[in-house]
């Protein structure tokens, strides 16, 4: 793929060495899984329909993934050298610039669908719970505050993801100087995180208890080499173990019975993906020459900008369904729900990818510069 805006040597530039093209590729394969997943929750499916389309296409399986791989990309980043104060403040500038830029920008671009559209007459064609969330209502400041500071999800945005990846963010320090303690220290806190997700993760805001093991077991990755050398002892082996760990993480929650309408936030089914992601992430990152897919130009383009694909699908898929279902009645977003299911897909990913990249580029590379400068007060001297 031409890369005019040459995002992937730039993306390389500002990782360093934690840069590892093969879970960038992986990232945007799990983010085009959402952008799916949405594209198909915008319109009414039949219960039987819509439960086995969300067995075939597990977008939460997807996230759970992106939780445990900036747990292993985030603990690697810190691991090397003290953590003192200092340092652990410079971390938390460098998150806060790479979370919020792009997250308001997108924020701003469901914030205005909502007020185009408010009110407005749906077709019969789009699921039920779309405008109970996004259209009967107006949004008062304080609930709007609060979807750009990702603590609430009155936008269409994956905020309740995001609030989820801020409070992992916060906890990576601890879990970076528990794991220097050793083998007995990690495995505690992994049990104490796990004991938090079933005991009170559901009861906790939009869920986020659940998934903060997650980070934990990312940034253990690294501490269980000789197991992941056995995985990936050939590179034959290591696709092997990897298919059957993505199986796993796709078809875990069907074959236990936990749907998104009742167990969305199951610790259990969140558990198991988590163990999955675990065992496939770091089987990619132990033998990453053995997935040459993942080496991919597109895909590691696709994983570069997935970030901001994440942010902006939805807003965008709102618009394009408003538009074209609505504004302009064309026959693809008003026949039957996979014909208009496709149709959305391609038309969101169509103009997601070059919002996207733009994000990527006028967004998120100079805001990351910006933290890498506002963090390095924190460490100078």
């Not at 990755?221 to 993505?246: E, K, Y």
């Amino acid at each position: 793929m031409n890369d005019p805006l040459q995002i992937e040597r730039q993306t390389a530039g500002l990782q360093g060495s934690k840069h590892v093209p093969e879970l960038q590729a992986f990232r945007g394969i799990a983010a085009l899984v959402v952008v799916v997943y949405h594209s198909m929750l915008y319109y009414a499916y039949s219960t039987g329909a819509r439960h086995t389309f969300e067995r075939i296409v597990n977008a939460h399986a997807a996230v759970v993934a992106f939780y445990v791989l900036s747990g292993y990309v985030l603990a690697g980043s810190l691991s090397n050298g003290a953590l003192d104060w200092p340092r652990t403040l410079a971390f938390y500038v460098r998150r806060l610039f790479r979370i919020y830029p792009a997250l308001f920008a997108a924020s701003c671009l469901g914030l205005a669908y909502i007020y185009a559209f408010h009110g407005h007459p749906l077709p019969a064609s789009v699921s039920a719970w779309w405008p109970r969330a996004y259209r009967e209502r107006y949004l008062p400041p304080f609930q709007i505050a609060e979807a750009f500071l990702a603590v609430g999800s009155p936008l269409p945005i994956f905020s309740w993801s995001i609030f989820v990846e801020l409070l992992g963010s916060a906890l990576v320090p601890l879990i970076v100087l528990v794991n220097a303690r050793g083998r007995l220290p990690r495995l505690a806190l992994v049990a104490a995180l796990a004991l938090v997700s079933f005991l009170y993760g559901e009861h906790t805001r939009m869920g986020a208890g659940v998934y903060l093991l997650d980070f934990a077991l990312g940034a253990a990755i690294p501490f269980c080499p000789r197991l992941f050398h056995r995985l990936a002892a050939t590179p034959r082996r290591a696709g092997c173990v990897a298919v059957a760990l993505l199986v796993m993480l796709l078809f875990v929650r069907a074959l236990g019975g936990w749907d998104y309408d009742h167990s969305y936030n199951s610790p259990t089914a969140a558990a198991l993906e988590a163990l999955a992601a675990w065992g496939l992430i770091g089987t990619i990152a132990c033998r990453p020459a053995a997935f040459p897919l993942l080496r991919l130009r597109p895909t590691v383009w696709l994983g570069d900008i997935s970030y901001s694909v994440y942010l902006f699908h939805l807003p965008l898929l709102a618009f394009i369904a408003a538009l074209g279902g609505e504004i302009f009645k064309l026959s693809v977003f008003n026949s039957g729900p996979l014909i208009a299911t496709i149709s959305l897909f391609l038309c969101t990913l169509l103009l997601a990818l070059p919002v996207s990249a733009l994000s990527y580029r006028f967004i998120e590379v100079p805001c990351l510069q910006l933290g890498k400068r506002a963090a390095a007060r924190f460490t100078a001297g």
